[in-house]
């Protein structure tokens, strides 16, 4: 099984449009490994939810056993996949189009909270972090084929750029959300 990404069907995106699952999700492909208990803590809820949302996100295939660690007692947890990579043409059907719509909001909610986070932490981060970091938009003029290939070369150059075990290097988050103009396509007013 190819473990670098999945592209879910609908079935399997249903389970992460809830931001509780989404989150969980995104700290075990970037912590590594934990417990109900371990993530429970983190996220301010109770064990018993945590495990419930664990088990959905197992029987939906984002998550497996990680057979290496815990005992007896404790089940630990880890990230099926490494990335998510969603097919909007796979959405043909009503319902497919909601699933999808409904895991683009818990994206977009979990993306605000992270955001949210790094400006209040923004003043104590070490400058040179502080200088890396942006909040920036540029509202430009482009013609659909256009803002595709722009996306595609963001998308490429991101992942050319990884320095992984290169001194220094830390988990640097970089969200790229692109979309027309709220109310200006499609005859929205």
Partial sequence: MDTSSITPTPHQLKALTHPTRLRMLG????DGPATATTLAA???INTGAASYHLRQLAQHGWVVDDESQGNARDRWWKAAHRATVT???SAKDQDARETAEAYIQSVVVVMTELMQRAVEELPLVPKEWSDASTFSDWVIKLTPARA??????????????EEEGEEGAEDFVVQLS????????????
């Fill in 27 to 30: 700290m075990l492909r970037i």
């Fill in 42 to 44: 983190r996220l301010g």
């Fill in 87 to 89: 097919d909007r043409d």
């Fill in 148 to 161: 595709k290939a722009l996306v595609e070369a963001l998308a490429t150059t991101l992942s050319e750029v």
């Fill in 178 to 189: 692109s979309f027309p103009y709220p109310g200006r396509v499609g005859g929205a007013s």
